[in-house]
């Protein structure tokens, strides 16, 4: 069974950092690409970033890119999420998603919470 | 900030079908496939529906999934309790160069 399990979501002021990870089991994580998803409190989904199987090639969206660095170890299965200059807007649950047929398994998320 | 639009509320009474729509444009949808997703509230979304109409083992034929154009469809037949959650489409944009996510419908059982 694929899981997913995200931690180190927390309560964080604006401009400080935070790193999030994604334990995989159930899968060869080395296989596979892997997502970043966000979701605002009540609002709806928002893609983050993604990483290929190697870790070498990365895509941001642009409300991100250039604060938050993707990045994955194969050899511990776990995915990272390196968030910097965190703004207030950035407020969300965090899901850890793997690409199959693009997304196909969720993690539970974690919650980030940037206070001003 | 959501590329595919979806209308934001279905409803219907048990037994009855629902149908949800997704519109997106040539970038996204027109060129690329489709996924679904269901999310219950406080819970982390479930896929539905891959490569515009397959159904992943475990998810009743009563939900099917149709692309054509820049539009797709879910669809709910055999409308039930348990299918009240909000639905989401998402496909890759190429101009983007990003997983977008439609706006999300939420379905209702009368």
């Known amino acids: 069974e694929v899981q997913l399990v995200e931690s180190g979501g927390g309560l964080v002021q604006r401009g400080g950092s935070l790193r999030l990870s994604c334990a995989a089991s159930?899968?060869?994580?080395?296989?596979?690409?892997m997502h970043w998803v966000r979701q605002a409190p009540g609002k709806g989904l928002l893609w983050v970033s993604r990483?290929?199987?190697?870790?070498?090639?990365?895509t941001y969206a642009a409300s991100v890119k250039g604060r938050f660095t993707i990045s994955r170890d194969n050899a511990k299965t776990t995915l990272f999420m390196q968030m910097n200059s965190l703004r207030v807007e950035d407020t969300a649950v965090y899901y850890c998603?793997?690409?199959?047929?693009?997304?196909?398994?969720w993690g539970q998320g974690t919650l980030v919470t940037v206070s001003s | 900030q959501s590329v595919l639009t979806q209308p934001p509320s279905a409803s219907g009474t048990p037994g009855q079908r629902v149908t949800i729509s997704c519109s997106g444009s040539?970038?996204?949808?027109?060129?690329?496939?489709v996924n679904w997703y269901q999310q219950v509230p406080g819970t982390a979304p479930k896929l539905l529906i891959y490569s515009n109409d397959q159904r992943p083992s475990g998810v009743p034929e009563r939900l099917s999934g149709s692309k054509s154009g820049t539009s797709a469809s879910l669809a709910i037949s055999g409308l039930q309790s348990e299918d009240e959650a909000d639905y989401f489409c998402?496909?890759?944009?190429?101009?983007?160069?990003?997983?977008?996510f439609g706006t999300g419908t939420k379905v209702t059982v009368l």
């Open positions: 159930g899968f060869t994580f080395s296989n596979y690409w």
């Open positions: 990483i290929n199987s190697d870790g070498r090639t990365t």
């Open positions: 998603a793997r690409e199959g047929t693009l997304i196909d398994h």
């Open positions: 040539s970038f996204n949808i027109g060129g690329n496939s």
């Open positions: 998402a496909a890759w944009d190429d101009s983007l160069n990003g997983y977008v």
